[in-house]
C-alpha cells in the first residue's frame, strides 16, 4: 500500500530564509507526486505536481519540488519564503494510475515570522 | 472563478443522531470525491463518484455513511448515527482529470 510521510509537522522561519519541507514516500513503481497548500481560511489548492517528466518541477509562487526516485523523496522547496508562505502544505502520491487514489500526508505548518 | 461548493460551513450535532452534507461540484466535474480530514492528518479518501457511479467507497464505513450523486451533478454525503470519532473536517472536490482536484472550503463537524 501506498504511504506518504512528512515528518517536520511545524516549521517557523524568517522571511527571506530558504525553505524546504521533506516529502518521503512507500511505493515500488511509477508514481506521480503532488504538493498541495491551504492558505488560512482557503480552500486546499494544488501548488504543483510530478508526472514522470524532468524530476525538478516549477509550482505557482516560485515554488519547486525535485523528485529523487532513489531516496522516495519529493521535497518542496523555495530560495526565499515571504510572510505570506504562511499555510498548511500537504505531500500526496498517486500510484501512476487515474484509477489510483491520491493519498495525502500529514501536512507540514509553515509559520513566516515577518 | 468556478468553485466547488459545500454547504453548512459548521455543524454541530448529538451523537446517535443523523447528519447529512451537501456538495456542488464546478460545472462540467464529472468526478467528485469526499474526503474526511482529522485534526492534525491529511485528507482521507471517503468515496470517489464518476458521474452518478461510486468508482471507490473502499475507506468508507458502510454501516454508518452514505453517500449518494443521483443525477451525477450535486452530492449528499449522511451520517448516521454520528459517534464521537466522526468529528472532522469533511471536503469535497470535483476533477476532469484524477490529477488536480478542486477542493470545496469543508464542513466541519462536531459531535458531542
Known amino acids: 500500500a501506498q504511504s506518504v510521510s512528512q515528518h517536520n509537522h511545524h516549521v517557523i522561519l524568517s522571511e527571506a530564509a530558504s525553505l524546504e519541507l521533506g516529502c518521503n514516500y512507500s511505493?515500488?513503481?511509477?508514481?506521480?507526486l503532488f504538493w498541495y497548500v491551504q492558505y488560512p481560511g482557503q480552500h486546499l489548492q494544488l501548488l504543483l505536481k510530478?508526472?514522470?517528466?524532468?524530476?525538478l518541477v516549477k509550482g505557482i509562487k516560485g515554488f519547486e519540488a525535485e523528485f529523487i526516485k532513489s531516496k522516495f523523496s519529493f521535497n518542496l522547496r523555495k530560495p526565499s519564503v515571504q510572510w505570506s508562505d504562511t499555510a498548511e502544505y500537504f505531500c500526496?502520491?498517486?500510484?501512476?494510475?487515474?484509477?489510483?487514489?491520491?493519498?495525502f500526508g500529514s501536512g507540514t505548518r509553515l509559520s513566516i515570522r515577518p | 472563478e468556478a468553485e466547488v461548493a459545500q454547504s453548512p460551513r459548521y455543524k454541530i450535532t448529538e451523537k446517535s443522531q443523523a447528519v447529512a452534507f451537501w456538495c456542488d461540484p464546478i460545472?462540467?466535474?464529472?468526478?467528485l470525491y469526499w474526503y474526511r480530514q482529522i485534526l492534525g492528518q491529511g485528507p482521507e479518501l471517503l468515496v470517489q463518484?464518476?458521474?452518478?457511479?461510486?468508482?471507490?467507497d473502499s475507506q468508507l464505513p458502510k454501516d454508518r455513511f452514505s453517500a449518494e450523486r443521483l443525477k451525477g451533478v450535486d452530492s449528499t454525503l449522511k451520517i448516521q448515527p454520528a459517534e464521537l470519532g466522526d468529528s472532522a473536517m469533511y471536503l469535497c472536490?470535483?476533477?476532469?482529470?484524477?490529477?488536480?482536484?478542486?477542493f470545496g472550503p469543508g464542513t466541519r463537524l462536531t459531535v458531542t
Open positions: 472536490a470535483s476533477s476532469l482529470n484524477p490529477y488536480e482536484q478542486y
Open positions: 511505493y515500488g513503481g511509477t508514481v506521480n
Open positions: 510530478y508526472f514522470s517528466e524532468d524530476p
Open positions: 500526496a502520491v498517486n500510484a501512476g494510475s487515474s484509477a489510483s487514489k491520491i493519498i
Open positions: 460545472s462540467g466535474h464529472a468526478t
Open positions: 463518484f464518476q458521474d452518478e457511479s461510486v468508482v471507490d
